[in-house]
């Protein structure tokens, strides 16, 4: 069966950093577009960034542009989300997302496939 297993979230203070894992055992992980996404409690899933099938092209929601980054090591079957200077409104449930040949939309979760467990990041001030 897929599965998306996350790992690296828990607590920081605010300016801090923390890097998130997504380990993917997807057949031909190189063909999927992987995404993070996330929600805070009372708000709507939010979409975080994106990364290209080959890593080539990125996406970041404006939120997080130029403090977070997303890669990938196909290699390894592995995405992660390198996030720094973390502030409060960061705090939230970080969900890692497959889509299989996606060419677009990245920032549109009905179009991912698969989805990891999620995990909690809370940002302290």
């Known amino acids: 069966q897929v599965q998306l297993v996350e790992s690296g979230g828990g607590l920081v203070q605010a300016g801090g950093s923390l890097r998130l894992s997504c380990a993917a055992s997807l057949r031909t992980f190189s063909s999927y577009v992987m995404g993070w996404f996330r929600q805070a409690p009372g708000k709507e899933r939010e979409f975080v960034a994106a990364i290209s099938w080959s890593g080539g092209t990125t996406y970041y929601a404006d939120s997080v542009k130029g403090r977070f980054t997303i890669s990938r090591d196909n290699a390894k079957n592995t995405v992660y989300l390198q996030m720094k200077s973390l502030k409060a409104d960061d705090t939230a449930v970080y969900s890692c997302?497959?889509?299989?040949?996606?060419?677009?939309?990245?920032?549109?979760?009905?179009?991912?496939?698969?989805w990891g467990q999620g995990t909690q990041v809370t940002v302290s001030s």
């Open positions: 997302a497959a889509a299989h040949r996606l060419y677009g939309g990245y920032d549109s979760y009905p179009l991912y496939d698969y």
